[in-house]
C-alpha cells in the first residue's frame, strides 16, 4: 500500500501516452559540476570525529558490573570498537573521558579503564534520555518511517546497525527497544544467505502506517497555506559557481516537476528519467531528515539504495547533480553525506535533545591537560606573519569550571 500525492495523483490523470513520453523523458544539461569545500559542514563533520568509537567503547566499559575494564581486554576489540588507533593511545588521548588505574588491593594488577565522574555524568544523562517514553516513542516512528521506505517493509538488521548510531538508537535496541513495541516491528527471516551462507535476518514493519507515510517536505508544505508546490531548499556555498545553465534547468524545470514521495512505489518510472532522480533526491532528503544527525557515511546511503534497487550509480549521480541540497565531505577518514539545509554554517539548525548530550561529551573530548590544566586540544589554524601557526586554544571559563571538579578522584 502507498500514499500518493496531490501533485502526483494529478500527474497519473495524464494520458497514457503523454505519461509514457513524460515518465522516460530526461532533460539534465550536459554540464560538470564541481565539487567546492564547505568549510562550515566540514567543520561540522570534523567536530565529531571519533565520537562513534568512543560511545561503543564507553558503553563497553559501563556494560561491565564493576563499571571498568582491562585495558588487555579492550585491546583486541579494537577492529569491533572501529578505533582509529591502538586502545592505549585512543584512551589516552581523552583524559577526561577515560581514566587508566590499577585496582587496589590486588598483587601485580593490570591496568584498568573507567570512565572519569563527568564523563559517567554525561552517560547517565543519556540513559535518562533514551528511558524517556516520549523519546522511545519517538525513535519508533523514525525507524518505522524508515522501513516503510524500504521494499516491503523490511530492512536487514545489519543495515539498520549501520544507521543506528546515526538514527539515534540506543546501543542494544533489540533487546531494549524493539519488545516495547511489538504492534511495531518484527524480526523476521529474509528469505537469502550472505556470503559466508549465514541466514541474513532482519526487521520487518507489523503495518503500515498512513499516519507516517509524510516526509518531511510534505509537512513543510502543509505548514504553510501559501506553499502549493514542493520545491528543495538550495543552499549554495561561498565560492560555489554553478553554471547558469545548470541553476536555470534547476529553477525552471527540475524545481517544477510532480513531487512523489518516497514512501511512494515510483520503480516504474524510468531509471534515467528526471522524475525518477527526483524520486531518487526525495529519498535521500527523507532518510537523512530521519536521523538525528542529519548526515551518515556515504557507504551507508549507497548500501540502503542497493538494498532498496535504486543501486549505488543513481544514489551518487543524485548526489553530484544536486550539491546545493546534499554535502558530501571528505573530512575523517571517510566521506559523510550531509544535509545542507539542516545546518546553519557549523551548527545544527534543529536542537534534538540527543546531539545536546553528545555535544556535552565533545566538549569533555576537546580537552587535554596542558601543564596541569584543562585546555581545548583542538588546534586552531590562522594565518599569521604571512605563515600558517598552531596555537591550543585555552578559556579562562573552562579552566575555573574544572578547577572545582572532582574529576581528580
Known amino acids: 500500500m502507498f500514499i500518493i500525492s496531490k501533485f502526483n495523483y494529478q500527474f497519473l490523470q495524464l494520458s497514457t501516452t503523454a505519461r509514457r513520453r513524460h515518465l522516460h523523458f530526461r532533460t539534465f544539461v550536459n554540464a560538470r559540476i564541481k565539487w567546492v569545500r564547505d568549510p562550515y559542514l566540514d567543520a561540522a563533520v570534523e567536530r565529531e570525529k571519533n565520537l562513534k568509537s568512543l560511545q561503543s567503547l ?35 588521548s581523552y583524559p577526561f573521558i577515560f581514566k587508566i588505574f590499577l585496582p587496589p588491593n590486588k598483587t601485580n594488577p593490570f591496568p584498568h579503564v573507567k570512565l572519569t565522574p ?30 516503510m521506505i524500504a521494499r516491503g517493509g523490511r530492512l536487514p538488521l545489519h543495515l539498520i546497525d549501520m544507521l543506528s548510531y546515526d538514527l539515534g538508537l540506543p546501543h542494544d535496541y533489540l533487546l531494549t527497544l524493539l519488545p516495547e513495541f511489538p504492534d511495531y516491528f518484527h524480526i523476521c ?16 514493519l507489523v503495518n503500515w502506517r498512513d499516519d507516517l507515510a509524510l516526509s518531511d517536505m510534505e509537512k513543510r508544505r502543509d505548514q504553510d497555506p501559501n506553499e502549493m508546490q514542493i520545491k528543495y531548499s538550495m543552499n549554495l556555498p561561498r565560492g560555489f559557481d554553478l553554471q547558469k545553465r545548470v541553476q536555470e534547468w534547476v529553477e525552471r524545470h527540475w524545481q517544477n516537476l510532480p513531487y ?8 516504474h518510472l524510468s ?17 537523512l531528515s530521519l536521523l538525528v544527525t542529519k548526515k551518515t557515511e556515504r557507504e551507508n546511503v549507497f548500501q540502503f539504495g542497493e538494498f532498496l534497487g535504486i543501486g549505488r550509480v543513481r544514489m551518487k549521480k543524485a548526489l553530484v547533480h544536486f550539491p546545493t541540497i546534499f554535502y558530501v565531505s571528505n573530512r575523517i577518514r571517510t566521506q559523510t553525506v550531509v544535509l545542507r539545509e539542516a545546518y546553519r554554517k557549523k551548527l545544527m539548525m534543529e536542537k534534538h535533545p540527543l546531539m545536546a548530550i553528545r555535544n556535552r561529551c565533545i566538549s569533555l573530548m576537546e580537552l587535554v591537560l596542558r ?25 579562562k571559563e573552562d579552566w575555573n569550571r574544572w578547577r572545582r571538579s572532582d574529576d581528580d578522584d
Open 118 to 147: 563527568k564523563a559517567l555524568s554525561i552517560h547517565y544523562d543519556e540513559l535518562l534520555h533514551l528511558n524517556m517514553s516520549r523519546y522511545r516513542y519517538d525513535i519508533a516512528q523514525r525507524l518505522a518511517k524508515l522501513l
Open 260 to 267: 512523489i514521495s518516497p514512501y511512494e512505489n515510483a520503480f
Open 189 to 204: 527471516d529474509l528469505g537469502f544467505r550472505d556470503s559466508n551462507g549465514e541466514i541474513v535476518f532482519g526487521l520487518e
Open 371 to 395: 601543564r596541569g590544566r584543562p585546555v581545548r586540544g583542538a588546534a586552531v589554524r590562522r594565518r599569521e606573519r604571512g605563515r600558517t601557526c598552531l596555537r591550543a586554544v585555552s578559556n
Open 58 to 92: 564507553k558503553n563497553l566499559i559501563v556494560s561491565h558490573p564493576s563499571q571498568s575494564l582491562p585495558l588487555s581486554a579492550i585491546s583486541p576489540l579494537k577492529p569491533h570498537l572501529a578505533l582509529p588507533t591502538t586502545a592505549e593511545k585512543f584512551i589516552q
Open 271 to 287: 531509471p534515467n528519467s528526471d522524475h525518477a532522480e527526483r524520486w531518487v533526491v526525495g529519498m535521500i532528503h527523507e532518510l
